[in-house]
């Protein structure tokens, strides 16, 4: 029984998690008109020409207060960026600002803030498509609270097929999560879509060009300094991977990005270490249904061989019943276990579910805990290696990570 105390810990937290998100999502449903947002939008752009426009649509289109400022920095991309940037600037009012060489996102965004004029800064990858509720959701948080330095939006994923299906559920799980912690104070921003106090930006010095993630980065420092983070619980739209190099590729990135902040900044974990504990017992709990899943198909094979040996001398029909019965009660709690893990995994396609045919993403909830969330921390323990091959160069600050 001892396997069922992990499992009904994480229950516990899961389920704190998602009260609380869900009580502060509706408290603080509001219709502000977009007339009403006074922001600086600043968008780093970097071989996106097939995805800006529809981003500058988008914000365009969620928030039209008179002085909204818009800048697009393009650093430097390979593409036909440039153009696609200068032929919009022809239909928007953008501020337009072109890196003569690659200086990296997070060099790009800091100079592009330094120009910005308004309080409010709002971040946006060139990639995501934002909605009036999920700005009206971050304008209205930082306005009612005066110690909170900077809110983010979760999102989904704009491309189909199954990987970003799967990812989905990856994004739901990590959403639900960092909404827990809207109570105290997160330890993550999505970096699709960051809103934050220019004060507090500029107090942190900005972004970290030594940092991996950095999203997560900006929101250790802002909480080192006195700041609290937020996750809005409206999510924004953005391409994902597509293929599984790409993927391989992203989540590298963000787990090399979680154990640098983890050393970089431990008294942030240490005064809130929810984070840990929920992907502590939720991998413990994906490795052990794992290995009991092998570990029976194994037992049942063999005991499928011995029934065929013995079946030249004992029909095994006169006595499967009473194995089948005896081999049921070896694994009921194993049993009992995975199917309340997957039950568990349910609680994160519950908020994708919007129309009836989303009902299907259901059933992945099996491939996502036996397949999807095995290979990434198969990629996690890469990403580990990745920032041990590389935590002496990027110690040095001035030394760019990505």
Not at 266 to 287: D, E, T
Request: with cysteine; proline share 4%.
């Amino acid at each position: 029984m001892s396997t069922w105390i992990p499992f009904i810990l994480l229950l516990g937290m899961l389920l704190f998690s998602a009260s609380v998100a869900a009580y502060d999502h509706r408290r603080r449903q509001t219709r502000l008109p977009a007339e009403a947002i006074q922001l600086s939008v600043l968008i780093p752009c970097y071989n996106d020409a097939a995805t800006l426009a529809a981003t500058l649509d988008s914000i365009f289109a969620s928030c039209r207060h008179p002085e909204l400022e818009v800048l697009v920095g393009n650093d430097a991309s390979t593409d036909a960026s440039a153009s696609v940037i200068d032929e919009l600037a022809e239909r928007y009012p953008i501020t337009v600002h072109h890196n003569k060489v690659n200086m990296g996102k997070s060099e790009t965004l800091n100079r592009m803030a330094a120009l910005a004029t308004h309080e409010i800064l709002l971040f946006v990858d060139a990639d995501t498509v934002l909605n009036p509720r999920a700005v009206a959701d971050l304008w209205m948080r930082l306005e009612s609270d005066p110690r909170l330095g900077a809110v983010s939006c979760p999102y989904q994923p704009l491309n189909k097929g199954w990987l970003p299906n799967l990812q989905s559920i990856d994004y739901s799980m990590i959403a639900l999560l960092q909404g827990g912690y809207n109570l105290f104070s997160g330890l993550a921003l999505w970096g699709g879509c960051i809103a934050v106090r220019r004060s507090a930006f500029m107090a942190c010095e900005g972004f970290s060009l030594s940092a991996i993630t950095e999203d997560v980065d900006l929101a250790h420092k802002l909480n080192r300094n006195g700041w609290r983070v937020q996750q809005s619980m409206v999510a924004v739209r953005s391409w994902v991977p597509g293929t599984i190099q790409e993927w391989i590729h992203q989540k590298m990135r963000w787990t090399a990005g979680g154990f640098q902040c983890l050393f970089r900044h431990p008294a942030v974990w240490i005064r809130n270490p929810m984070h840990i504990a929920l992907i502590g017992l939720y991998s413990f709990l994906s490795i052990h249904c794992v290995h009991d899943l092998i570990q029976n198909t194994l037992m049942l094979r063999g005991i499928l061989q011995i029934l065929d040996v013995l079946n030249d001398f004992f029909p095994w029909r006169d006595y499967f019943p009473a194995i089948s019965y005896l081999y049921a009660s070896m694994i009921r709690e194993q049993l009992w276990l995975f199917a309340g893990f997957i039950l568990l995994n349910g609680l994160y396609v519950i908020p994708l579910i919007r129309q009836r045919r989303d009902l299907l993403k259901l059933f992945l909830v099996l491939p996502f805990m036996l397949a999807y969330f095995p290979a990434y921390m198969v990629v996690a323990s890469m990403g580990l290696g990745h920032f041990i091959l590389h935590s002496r160069r990027l110690a040095i600050q001035e030394a760019r990570a990505w």
